[in-house]
C-alpha cells in the first residue's frame, strides 16, 4: 500500500470519512469528502460562529498606558487572524492537516499580529482558509466552508473565509486576511463589507507564510470605516496629517459592463455620492481593457489567438492568464519539494492548482515580471497621484455552495479579469459594500496608485456615509422609464442615429437611438442599432440587453442574436454566445460573421 493511502487509511476513525477521487502522478492524493459529514455539523456550532474559526483563543493587548498618554487607537476591539499567520507557540495550518502535521509550532508572532495587539486590539482566534491560500469559494474540505452570514446557501468566498465570516457575523470587530489573487477583495464583496488590500510591499509579511511573493499582501476586513482607516494607519504606519488633496473618480465604463447589476444601484450610487461632496473633481469615464492594451505591450504573448482582440476584456483575460502564470512559479519554487516530499491529501480543485504549480516552467518569469511593471506603469499614467478608480469587485453574484457542481469557468474568468488589476499592478484597492440587488451583496471597488494607501483610506472614509445614503436612495426608486411618442421624430432620431455612428461618435449615436426608443419603443432596430454603439463603447452587459429586447421583438433579427454573440463572447460567457451565433446560422445560413464565430467558439470550448 502506498504511503498516502497508508496514512489515509490510519486517519479512518477520525471523524471526518473521506473518499479518494484519485491519486497523481506526483502522489497528491485527491479527496472528496462524504456527504454525511455535511449532516453531521450541528445547527449550534454553525450558530455560535458560522463555521468560520478553525481554533479559539486570547492574545491580549499590550497594558493601556497611564494618563496623559492617549487611549490606544484599538483599545476594546477584537480581531480574528487567517490559518496563514504565525504566533508564538502555534503551529501554521496554512488550510491543510498535512502542512500542520508537517511544521513545528511557531517561534515568533507575526509583524502585524503584534502590531495590533501593542494599540489595543486583543486577538481571539484563527479562522478557516482555502487550503494553501489557493482558491477563490472559501471552501475547504478539511475543515469545512464558513456560512456566509448574508447567503448561507452561497459560497463566502476565498481564499481568507473564515475571517471575512467572522467580520460579516459580527463576531469580531476586524480580521486580518492575506489576499494574493482576490483573496480579501472577492469574500468582502460577497460578504457584505469592507475589505482592503494595500499596495504591495507596504505592509510587513514577516511571519506570514508565501503562496506568491509577487502577489502577497496583508489585508484586513471591517464593518466600519473608521476601524479599516484606523488599521491602515497602524499597519501602513501612515503619517496622521497630510493636505487634503482633490480627488478624482474614474469609472472603467467596459468593466461594469461585465456585471448584471444595474448600473443605477452601482455606476451612478458612486457618482451621486462624490456630487454631494466637496473637493471631487467632475467624474472621467473610460474603457479600461483598451488602456491597458495600449500601455502594456508585455501582455500580447498571453492573448489568445481565439479571442476578439477588438475589445478591451480579452486584454484583462490575458492578464489574469499572467497573474495565474506567475502564482504558479513562485509557488512551485516556495512549495513544490515539500509538496513531493509530502504528498498531501488535497480537495480536487486545490490539487489541481497545486499540480499546475509543480509542474509548470519557469522560462516565461522575466516577461512575467515585466508585465507587472508595465501594468504598475500604466495605473500611475492614468491615476496619478489623484485618482481613483471605480470598477466592480466582482462580476457575479456567489454561487452555491456545492463542490461538486459549481465548476462555472466562466464565472472565474470574470472574476479573475477583475481581480488581476490590482495584484499585477501592485495598487492598493478597496472593496466597498453598496447594499444588495435580487438578495445578493453588491460591491464596488475604488483602486489608487501604488503607495496612494492613505489617500484611498481618506477617500473612503470620506464618502462612505454619502454612499450608504445613496444606497438607500437607488434601492427605493426604479430606472428610467420609455414612453411612447412619434413614429416619424423616432425615424428621424434613428437616421441622426445612424450618421452619428458611421462617423464614429458612438456616445451621440446611442444618446439619438435612446431618444428613439423613448418615442417608439416597440421597434427592435433602434435597441439593435444602440445595442451596436454599446459593443463599440465597451459597454457589453447594456449591448446585451439591447439585444435581448430586440429579439423579444423580432425573433427573426439576425443582427441581434450576433451583436448578443458579440457581447456576450466579450462578457466571458462563450456558452451562450455560441448558442447565439448558432442561432444566427440557422436563419441566414450563408452568413459569414456567425459561421466564423460559431468555428472560433466550438474550438475554444472544445
Request: aromatic content about 6%.
Amino acid at each position: 500500500m502506498s504511503r498516502p493511502l497508508q496514512v489515509l487509511k490510519a486517519h479512518v476513525s477520525s471523524p471526518k470519512a473521506w473518499i479518494v477521487m484519485g491519486v497523481t502522478v506526483a502522489g497528491v492524493v485527491i479527496l472528496a469528502e462524504a456527504h454525511r459529514r455535511r449532516r453531521r455539523v450541528g445547527s449550534k456550532a454553525v450558530k455560535e460562529d458560522f463555521g468560520a474559526f478553525l481554533m479559539r483563543f486570547e492574545l491580549l493587548p499590550s497594558p493601556q498606558p497611564p494618563p496623559p498618554a492617549l487611549k490606544q487607537p484599538l483599545a476594546g476591539l477584537t480581531f480574528a487572524i487567517k490559518d496563514i499567520f504565525e504566533v508564538k507557540g502555534y503551529v501554521t495550518g496554512y488550510g491543510n492537516p498535512d502542512w500542520e502535521r508537517t511544521h513545528e509550532a511557531a517561534g515568533k508572532t507575526a509583524v502585524v499580529i503584534t502590531a495590533l495587539l501593542k494599540n489595543g486590539a486583543k486577538c481571539v482566534g484563527k479562522t478557516v482558509m482555502d487550503e494553501l491560500a489557493f482558491g477563490m469559494t472559501g471552501e475547504n474540505i478539511h475543515h469545512g466552508t464558513p456560512v456566509n452570514p448574508q447567503m448561507p446557501s452561497h459560497i463566502p468566498g476565498g481564499s481568507s473565509s473564515g475571517s471575512a465570516v467572522a467580520v460579516a457575523a459580527d463576531l469580531v470587530d476586524l480580521a486580518l486576511g492575506t489576499d494574493t489573487i482576490g483573496c480579501v477583495r472577492i469574500p468582502a464583496s460577497f460578504c457584505g463589507i469592507i475589505g482592503y488590500r494595500p499596495s504591495h510591499g507596504a505592509v510587513s509579511t514577516i511571519g506570514v507564510l508565501p503562496n506568491s511573493q509577487s502577489l502577497d499582501t496583508v489585508g484586513w476586513f471591517a464593518r466600519d470605516p473608521s476601524i479599516l482607516h484606523r488599521v491602515g494607519h497602524i499597519l501602513l504606519q501612515l503619517n496622521t496629517v497630510e493636505p487634503r488633496r482633490p480627488r478624482r473618480l474614474v469609472f472603467a465604463d467596459d468593466l461594469f459592463g461585465l456585471s448584471k447589476v444595474p448600473k443605477h444601484k452601482s455606476l451612478d450610487v458612486v457618482s451621486k455620492a462624490a456630487e454631494k461632496l466637496s473637493g471631487y473633481q467632475p467624474p472621467k469615464h473610460i474603457n479600461f481593457g483598451q488602456h491597458i492594451a495600449s500601455n502594456v505591450p508585455s501582455l500580447k504573448v498571453f492573448c489568445e489567438q481565439s479571442t476578439n482582440l477588438q475589445n478591451g476584456i480579452s486584454t484583462l483575460k490575458a492578464l489574469s492568464s499572467a497573474m495565474l502564470s506567475l502564482q504558479r512559479c513562485e509557488f512551485k519554487t516556495n512549495h513544490e519539494e515539500w509538496v513531493k516530499s509530502v504528498k498531501p491529501r488535497l480537495g480536487p480543485r486545490t490539487a489541481n492548482c497545486v499540480l499546475t504549480a509543480v509542474n509548470t516552467s519557469l522560462e516565461n518569469i522575466k516577461t512575467l515580471y515585466k508585465v507587472r511593471s508595465e501594468m504598475r506603469a500604466a495605473l500611475q499614467n492614468l491615476l496619478k497621484d489623484d485618482g481613483i478608480l471605480i470598477i466592480p469587485t466582482v462580476a457575479d453574484p456567489p454561487l452555491p455552495t456545492n463542490l461538486k457542481k459549481h465548476s462555472s469557468a466562466e464565472f472565474f474568468d470574470r472574476a479573475l479579469a477583475l481581480i488581476s488589476i490590482s495584484s499585477m499592478s501592485g495598487c492598493c484597492q478597496v472593496s466597498v459594500p453598496l447594499g444588495k440587488h435580487d438578495g445578493c451583496p453588491i460591491s464596488v471597488s475604488f483602486i489608487s496608485y501604488h503607495g496612494g494607501d492613505k489617500f484611498l483610506l481618506d477617500s473612503v472614509l470620506d464618502m462612505y456615509s454619502s454612499l450608504q445614503e445613496q444606497v438607500t436612495v437607488a434601492s427605493s426608486s426604479l430606472p428610467f422609464a420609455d414612453a411612447n411618442g412619434n413614429l416619424d421624430t423616432s425615424e428621424l432620431l434613428k437616421e441622426k442615429g445612424n450618421a452619428a455612428y458611421k462617423g464614429r461618435q458612438w456616445n451621440k449615436a446611442v444618446t439619438y437611438y435612446s431618444e428613439a426608443i423613448k418615442l417608439h419603443g416597440t421597434n427592435a432596430t433602434y435597441y439593435c442599432n444602440r445595442a451596436a454603439a454599446y459593443l463599440q463603447l465597451g459597454c457589453f452587459q447594456q449591448a446585451e440587453d439591447d439585444c435581448t429586447k430586440a429579439i423579444s421583438l423580432d425573433k427573426k433579427n439576425v443582427k441581434a442574436y450576433l451583436r448578443r454573440g458579440t457581447a456576450r463572447e466579450s462578457l466571458i460567457r462563450n456558452k451562450e454566445a455560441l448558442q447565439d451565433f448558432t442561432h444566427a446560422l440557422v436563419l441566414e445560413p450563408q452568413n459569414k460573421d456567425a459561421s466564423r464565430a460559431d468555428k472560433r467558439l466550438r474550438k475554444l470550448l472544445s
